[in-house]
């Protein structure tokens, strides 16, 4: 065993691929493998604790990053249905070059005329030395940065007054100066000059402008979807909104001044999110009739956005063929497996697996190991308790192989209900760290296996059984003539 030959868990190689952190459900792991390879979608059921949420991201960290990107497009000739459009990373790569063309250059505070530097806030208006904007003193000498800014202030008559009047604050900083000047051709036109935030400036001439105003004009997209997102999309309890997708309310009604375009108001779903991605719902019979639209989902690869509140100006908004090809990782308890929808569960079937999640494995030198790489890998993941000595390890194992005889009436095995086994191991981890030990000792996780335990279990402790615990937290109500009270 390597626990024979470690000091502490500090001396245990956590595994970095999360699939090779699944402690004892080797099937499961087997049928991963080949959701990732095939894209087959999965049902785990089993109780809480087994590791269900672990094998679905698993699942979804071994895909490749999602490629696509979603937008939805004003549409000039029926605003109230926004167009989708969606864009492979090479297009929006080459897209991002032609719109870097009407972005300008960026040069230093130095390459430009000194009064706009002084007005960005980078040239002192004393000295001439140039500086971060952060700093509203000049570090050379030591003067205020815009005193000339200042003084030009108090000189205009106008300023003078409104600063009598209202009291105006200090001249700060400006983010964007427009000047002009003479072009090729000896007409002139307008420059503009914008600080950006890595103390740079940005320059914007004529040409620029014009492209900027032309991009603005003939591409208004809303990116829903974008590329650079998690293809892991955890959505349990959902409602239907967070489901589907939504368009809000305007209170304006779209006004063209006033209000806001209906394609500026489009929220993507959880299908829509999980798009090239893993969509795992935990708790899956819990969403009811919303198991209709997964299925759709699952089916079509595609789904509508549409207002969900009829009394909101966004039910008139539609949004059709929005894609949604994500891998289904569906979770539930064993109990609840026959509330699941029939056609959803046959969906699952045809493109995929049911996974029954085992609950102990065998007592074994090996998956004794496994254990100790449990210990280990929790202490990480918390990252605020101390690493365990070996007569710790040794004791979760036991501790594990009564939990698997009690729980599950399984002989000579070790429980795979890691969950609660890990909320023992912080608590040990707590009690270390209250006393500043540097390791977490027996005693600690002696004390944990005390005090760790459920409130059904303390109620048959105190009251010798859960329903006599349950029959005390009723309030009693006392009869005003024989109720015996002293006021003295």
């Known amino acids: 065993m390597i626990l024979d030959d470690i000091e502490s868990t500090a001396d245990v190689v956590v595994p970095s691929d999360p699939i090779a952190r699944v402690i004892g459900q080797d099937n499961a792991i087997e049928k991963i493998h080949v959701a990732i390879r095939q894209r087959r979608n999965l049902l785990l059921v089993g109780p809480p604790g087994v590791g269900k949420s672990m094998l679905a991201q698993a699942l979804a960290k071994h895909l490749t990053p999602p490629q696509q ?3 939805v497009l004003h549409n000039p000739k029926a605003p109230n249905r926004p167009v989708v459009e969606v864009m492979r990373k090479d297009e929006i790569s080459s897209r991002s070059q032609k719109e870097g063309l009407a972005t300008g250059r960026v040069v230093s505070p130095m390459e430009v005329p000194s009064f706009v530097a002084e007005r960005l806030g980078f040239r002192c208006g004393s000295c001439g030395s140039l500086s971060g904007v952060e700093f509203l003193t000049c570090p050379r000498c030591g003067s205020n940065k815009y ?18 009047v209202f009291e105006v604050g200090p001249v700060k900083p400006e983010k964007e100066v427009q000047t002009s000047r003479i072009g090729y051709g000896g007409s002139e036109e307008v420059v503009v000059y914008q600080r950006t935030s890595e103390g740079k400036v940005r320059v914007l001439d004529q040409k620029a402008l014009e492209e900027i105003r032309q991009l603005n004009e003939r591409d208004k997209r809303h990116v829903i979807v974008p590329l650079e997102r998690k293809n892991f999309v955890h959505m349990s309890g959902a409602t239907e909104t967070e489901l589907l997708g939504d368009v809000r ?5 779209s006004h063209p001044e006033i209000g806001t375009p209906a394609y500026l108001r489009v929220v993507a779903g959880a299908i829509h999110e999980a798009h090239e991605g893993v969509l795992f719902i935990d708790e899956l019979p819990h969403l009811e009739h919303l198991q209709n639209f997964i299925l759709t989902a699952m089916q079509e690869k595609k789904f509508p956005i549409t207002g969900r509140n009829p009394q909101s100006a966004g039910a008139s908004v539609k949004v059709k063929d929005v894609p949604c090809d994500f891998l289904f990782v569906g979770a539930c308890n064993i109990v609840d497996v026959s509330k699941i929808l029939p056609p959803l569960r046959s969906r699952i079937i045809g493109n995929g697996y049911e996974i029954l999640l085992e609950t102990t494995m065998p007592d074994t030198p090996e998956n004794r190991d496994r254990i100790l790489q449990f210990v280990a890998q929790e202490i990480a993941t918390d990252g605020r308790i101390p690493h365990a000595s070996p007569e710790v390890v040794k004791a979760i194992i036991e501790e594990a192989k009564v939990r698997a005889q009690g729980v599950d009436n399984a002989k000579n095995s070790l429980t795979l209900r890691l969950r609660d086994l890990g909320g023992v191991v912080r608590m040990a981890g707590d009690l270390a760290v209250l006393e500043d030990s540097e390791y977490i000792e027996y005693r600690h996780v002696e004390r944990s296996l005390k005090e760790s335990k459920s409130i059904e279990h303390q109620l048959q402790e105190r009251y010798g059984s859960v329903w006599s615990g349950l029959e005390k937290d009723k309030s009693i109500v006392l009869d005003h003539d024989s109720a015996d009270r002293s006021y003295g």
């Not at 005193?147 to 009598?164: A, F, G, W």
């Not at 309310?249 to 009604?253: A, C, S």
């Open 249 to 253: 309310h305007d209170p304006y009604g």
């Open 147 to 164: 005193s000339r800014m200042v003084k030009s202030r108090q000189e205009n008559p106008v300023n003078k007054m409104l600063t009598d």
């Open 69 to 71: 990107q979603i937008s």
